[in-house]
Nanobody, 126 residues
Framework: EVQVVESGGGLVQPGGSLRLSCEAS????????IAWFRQTPGQDREGVAA???????TYAVSVEGRFNVSRDGRIKRAYLQMNNLKPADSGLYFCAAGATWEVRGAKLTAHFYRNWGQGIQVTVSS
């Protein structure tokens, strides 16, 4: 059974940091790109960051320089380190896994990721 489970969300003040974790099982982690998306009410899911099977990373312009995405194939986990958080970063964050041959160059396009977690809330507020 394919499972993708996020953890590490919560409430943080502006300027603070959070680290999200994504635990994957049920598929060959080394063949899958991992991406983080976020969604706010009434909006489409926005691609935030992605790390492919080779460790190459892609970031949305809005988070470049503040967020860092990584993965550890030994334990089938991915991470999103979020620094200098802003209220606009608030939302429901999803971890997603997509077969690298399907994602190809569309690293931050939700359509190409077939395996999704349930999402975890991040709220940035004073």
């Amino acid at each position: 059974e394919v499972q993708v489970v996020e953890s590490g969300g919560g409430l943080v003040q502006p300027g603070g940091s959070l680290r999200l974790s994504c635990e994957a099982s049920g598929f060959d982690f080394d063949d899958y790109d991992i991406a983080w998306f976020r969604q706010t009410p009434g909006q489409d899911r926005e691609g935030v960051a992605a790390v492919d099977v080779d460790g190459s990373t892609t970031y949305a312009v809005s988070v470049e320089g503040r967020f860092n995405v990584s993965r550890d194939g030994r334990i089938k986990r991915a991470y999103l380190q979020m620094n200098n958080l802003k209220p606009a970063d608030s939302g429901l964050y999803f971890c997603a896994a997509g077969a690298t041959w399907e994602v190809r160059g569309a690293k931050l396009t939700a359509h190409f990721y077939r395996n999704w977690g349930q999402g975890i809330q991040v709220t940035v507020s004073s």
